[in-house]
C-alpha cells in the first residue's frame, strides 16, 4: 500500500471517533507513521504524539507486543508510563488494520480512564523507573536479607564485580555486581560455592543510605524519580553528606572505588505479599566530580563551633544503575522442583550423559547442594550427548560440569569427589552417607555401584537410573536391593546389549542414543520422582518405553516391589493392575472376586504386568471359584504374540473385610496349580486383597515346598 494510502486510512479511522481531534497532520517520519492526537475523554482533554510503526499492524522489530506508541513526557510518573512519557500497555496481536488501530485506541483510553482519572493502584508493586546514565550499564544484584534498617541509617555495603566487559563494536561497558552484604553482619543469601568464587574475582565497599521512603520528586504529577542531586536534600541527612564530601575528598581509600567510580545504593520499602521488603537502587559517583559543593561558614553563621562547613547538593544528573532482586524466591520464582529435592544434599554418581543433563536440571530447578563424583575424564565422543564443551575435553568430567553448574545459579554450593565408591571403607561411607545425604542418583550404569550401595543400609532416597541401547527404555530403580532389581527389569525390558565401540583397539561397547532422547525421557523420569515428592507418594521403580511405532505412545509404568528373603525372590508388580484389582474387587464387594497374573518370570524374580478376568466363575462372601472358560486361549494369544516372554504367573482374589492370611483352600489350590504339568510353573504366586467399600490392602504369597511364603 502506498504511504498516502496508509496515511489516508489512518486519519479515516481516527475520524470515527468524535472524542478524537488531530493536532497536527499524520506524516511519514522514517519508519512511522507521526502525528499528534488530542483525546476528550470523560469530560478530561489529553493530548499524545504517536507513531505508528510502518509495517503496521505488526509490532515494533526488537519489541514483543508494542505497535502504537502514545507519548506526552507531562504525564511521567503516573502509573504505566515509561520513562520516555510512553504509556504502557500490551495489546492483543491482530493482523487486520482498522480492527488494530480502533482497539488500540480503545486501550488508550481505558489507560486515561483508570490512571489518570482514577490514579488507580495495581495488586503489584510498580518498581520506580529512574532514567539512568547512558552510554553504559551498572547491575548490582542482590537477595533479601532481613528487614532491620531504620530510616536515615547509613554504613558500607560490600560486593563483587562479577564481570566487567565492554561489547559491541562501540565497545559498550557492562558491569554485573553482586551484593555480599552490609557492615553489620546482614549477609546476602548467595550459595558458599558462589561467594567464593565471588570473592576471587576481589570485592569492593561501596555506601548504602536507607532513606525509607521512595525517592520520588516532590509536588509532582504521579510517581516520578528524582534525576538531580539537589532534589536528595531531602532524603539525606546533613551527617551523611558531610561524610560522603570527606570520603569522597580524602577519606575513602582504592577499596571505594572501581576504575575511580564509588557506588551508592539508596534503600526503601515496597509492599509485598507478607508485609513489605527493602528494594535498593544503585548510583554511581564519580570520583573526579563530586556532587557536593562545600561552602565555609563566616563565624556568626556559626551555630556550632565544631561545623565550620556547609555542604550543599548540586544539580548535577545523577548517574542512576540498575539493580535486581534475585532473592531465591524470585530467582526459581517461574518454575521449580519441590522442596523435597531441592533442600536435599543430592550425590550424583557418574557424570556421563546421564549425570551431566540430570546435574542441569536439578540445578535449573532450584536444588541448593549437589555432590559430583566421577573418576573419568572428558573426551571427543562425551560431548554430543552430554552437558561438555571442547574445553572441557582431557580434563576431568567434574570440572567441566561444576564450571557450568557454578555459571547457572547462584544458589547452588557443588562439590567434588573424583574417586570411585570401592575405594572407601563401606562401614564409614555408610555412615557418612546418612550424615551427610539425603538423595542419591546413580547415573553410573556399573553394577559395582548397586552392589556398594545395596550394602550401605542407607536411609535416603535412591534412584538408579539407566537408558537401554537406542533409547528404546528409560529404566529408574528405587529402593531395598537395586541389583537384583536392576537385573531382572533389564531381562525383562530388553536384552540388547551395548553395540557402539569407539574406534579400534581394546575398550567395552556403549549403549547408543542421542542428546534428544537421552534428555527427553530424562526430564520425563525427574517429572515422576518429582510428582511422587509433591504428592507425598512413595517412590517405586518405575519403567518408560516410548512407542512411535503405530501411534505416538510414551507408556509409563511404575512398579511396587516386593521381597520374600527365605526363597531369595522378588516382585514387581505394576501399580496400574494393583488399580484395576482396587476396582473390580471392589465392584464386586461383599462378595469375592479374583483372576490370573500374567507377566515376567526369571529365575524366581517376576515383574507382574497385567491381569485376565474369568469370564466363568463362581463366587460369594466367602468362596470364589473361577472355571477356565477362555482363559487358557487368552493365555496361549499372550504367550505366542510375546514369543514366551510374557506367561502365567499366578493368582488373586479379595477376601471382603478381610483378613489377608491364606485358607485352606487357597494352599490347596496352589498346590495343584504347582503339579500342573500344563501350567509348568513351580513356584506359582497368590496375592490376596483385603478389601471393603472404602479401604484396599494386599498380600502376597509364593508357594514353595507345600506352605506359601510372605513377600514383605
Known amino acids: 500500500m502506498k504511504e498516502e494510502d496508509i496515511i489516508k ?31 476528550n475523554y470523560l469530560e478530561q482533554v489529553l493530548n499524545f504524539d504517536f507513531a505508528i510503526p510502518h509495517n503496521y499492524p505488526l509490532t515494533h522489530p526488537n519489541s514483543d507486543n ?59 508493586y510498580a518498581y520506580l523507573i529512574h532514567n539512568t546514565e547512558s552510554g553504559c550499564i551498572n547491575k548490582l544484584y542482590f537477595t533479601n536479607t532481613k528487614n532491620s534498617f531504620k530510616k536515615n541509617s547509613f554504613g558500607t555495603f560490600r560486593f563483587s564485580i562479577f564481570s566487567d566487559e565492554k561489547i559491541g563494536e562501540k565497545k559498550f561497558p557492562v558491569k554485573k555486581m553482586f551484593r555480599l552484604g552490609f557492615e553489620k553482619g546482614q549477609e546476602d543469601v548467595w550459595s558458599n560455592t558462589f561467594i567464593k568464587d565471588l570473592k576471587t574475582r576481589g570485592t569492593k565497599k561501596g555506601l548504602y543510605y536507607y532513606i525509607q521512603d521512595e525517592p520520588l520528586r516532590k509536588s509532582n504529577l504521579g510517581r516520578k524519580a528524582i534525576e538531580n542531586w539537589d532534589e536528595l536534600k531531602d532524603y539525606l541527612s ?34 509485598n505479599n507478607e508485609s513489605y521488603e527493602e528494594h535498593w537502587d544503585l548510583i554511581r559517583i564519580p570520583k573526579k566530580n563530586i556532587p557536593i559543593d562545600s561552602i565555609k561558614l563566616a563565624k556568626d553563621e556559626q551555630t556550632n563551633p565544631k561545623i565550620r562547613f556547609e555542604h550543599i547538593l548540586k544539580k548535577n544528573k545523577i548517574n542512576w544503575g540498575t539493580t535486581e532482586n534475585i532473592d531465591y524466591s524470585r530467582f526459581f520464582g517461574r518454575g521449580k522442583l519441590n522442596d523435597k529435592i531441592t533442600n536435599s544434599n543430592i550425590l550424583i554418581i557418574g557424570c556421563g550423559a546421564i549425570g551431566s543433563s540430570l546435574s542441569e536440571i536439578l540445578v535449573r530447578g532450584g536444588a541448593k547442594n549437589i555432590i559430583l563424583m566421577d573418576f573419568d575424564s572428558t573426551k571427543g565422543g562425551n560431548l554430543c550427548r552430554a552437558n561438555y564443551q571442547l574445553k572441557d575435553m582431557i580434563f576431568p568430567k567434574t570440572n567441566g560440569l561444576i564450571n557450568r553448574l557454578k555459571s547457572i545459579s547462584p544458589f547452588v554450593d557443588v562439590a567434588v569427589e573424583y574417586d570411585k565408591l570401592n575405594k572407601f571403607d563401606l562401614k564409614i561411607l555408610g555412615d557418612v552417607f546418612n550424615k551427610k545425604l539425603d538423595i542419591i542418583f546413580d547415573c553410573s550404569t556399573d553394577t559395582e555401584v548397586t552392589y556398594i550401595v545395596d550394602k550401605l543400609n542407607f536411609t535416603g532416597n535412591v534412584f538408579s537410573l539407566a537408558i537401554t541401547n537406542n533409547a528404546k527404555s528409560f529404566i ?23 553395540t ?5 583397539g581394546c575398550g567395552y561397547p556403549t549403549f547408543e542414543a542421542n542428546y534428544n532422547d537421552i534428555n527427553a525421557l530424562l526430564n520425563i523420569g525427574l517429572k515422576v520422582i518429582n510428582n511422587n515428592f509433591s504428592k507425598n507418594k512413595k517412590n517405586e521403580s518405575f ?77 460369594g462372601q466367602t468362596i470364589f471359584i473361577r472355571h477356565p472358560g ?26 471382603p473385610n478381610g ?12 498346590k495343584e496349580i504347582a503339579k500342573d504339568k500344563n501350567i509348568n510353573i513351580g513356584n506359582p504366586l497368590l496375592m490376596i486383597a483385603e478389601v471393603d467399600k472404602t479401604y484396599f490392602g494386599k498380600d502376597l504369597f509364593i508357594y514353595d515346598d507345600k506352605i506359601l511364603k510372605k513377600y514383605e
Not at 558531610?242 to 580524602?250: F, I, Q
Not at 536392576?486 to 536384552?495: G, Q
Not at 486361549?633 to 499372550?638: Q, S, T
Open 500 to 504: 557402539y565401540f569407539e574406534g579400534t
Open 630 to 655: 477362555t482363559l487358557n486361549e487368552r493365555l496361549n494369544e499372550i504367550h505366542n504374540l510375546t514369543n514366551g516372554k510374557i506367561q502365567y504367573l499366578g493368582e488373586w482374589h479379595s477376601h
Open 543 to 619: 519403567i518408560i518405553q516410548p512407542d512411535f511405532n503405530n501411534l505416538l505412545n510414551i507408556d509409563i509404568e511404575e512398579y511396587e516391589n516386593y521381597n520374600c528373603i527365605y526363597m531369595n525372590s522378588s516382585i514387581h508388580i505394576s501399580k496400574s493392575v494393583l488399580k484395576i484389582i482396587e476396582k473390580e474387587t471392589k465392584f464386586h464387594y461383599p462378595k469375592e472376586f479374583g483372576g490370573v497374573f500374567v507377566g515376567f518370570k526369571s529365575n524366581k524374580n517376576f515383574i507382574i504386568t497385567n491381569i485376565l478376568i474369568p469370564d466363568e466363575y463362581k463366587n
Open 476 to 498: 529408574s530403580i528405587t529402593g531395598n536391593y537395586l541389583t537384583k532389581q536392576a537385573k531382572t527389569i533389564f531381562d525383562f525390558v530388553e536384552n540388547e546389549p551395548p
Open 238 to 271: 546533613d551527617e551523611f553528606i558531610e561524610k560522603l564530601y570527606l570520603g569522597l575528598k580524602r577519606d575513602f581509600n582504592n577499596n571505594f572505588y572501581h576504575e575511580n567510580s564509588l557506588f551508592l545504593i539508596i534503600g526503601y520499602k515496597i509492599p
Open 9 to 39: 486510512r489512518i486519519n479515516n479511522l481516527l475520524k470515527k471517533d468524535k472524542g478524537l481531534v488531530l493536532v497536527e497532520k499524520t506524516r511519514k517520519d522514517g519508519n512511522y507513521f507521526k502525528g499528534k492526537l488530542e483525546v
Open 659 to 670: 483378613p489377608t492370611n491364606p485358607s485352606s483352600i487357597d494352599i490347596n489350590a496352589m
Open 66 to 124: 508494542i505497535s502504537i506508541i502514545f507519548r506526552n513526557k507531562n504525564y511521567i510518573g503516573l502509573n504505566h508510563i515509561n520513562p520516555d512519557g510512553s504509556v504502557c500497555f500490551h495489546p492483543d496481536k491482530d493482523d487486520d488494520f482498522d480492527r488494530k488501530l480502533l482497539y488500540e485506541i480503545k486501550c488508550l483510553k481505558q489507560w486515561i480512564r483508570d490512571y489518570y482519572i482514577f490514579k488507580k493502584e495495581d495488586d503489584n
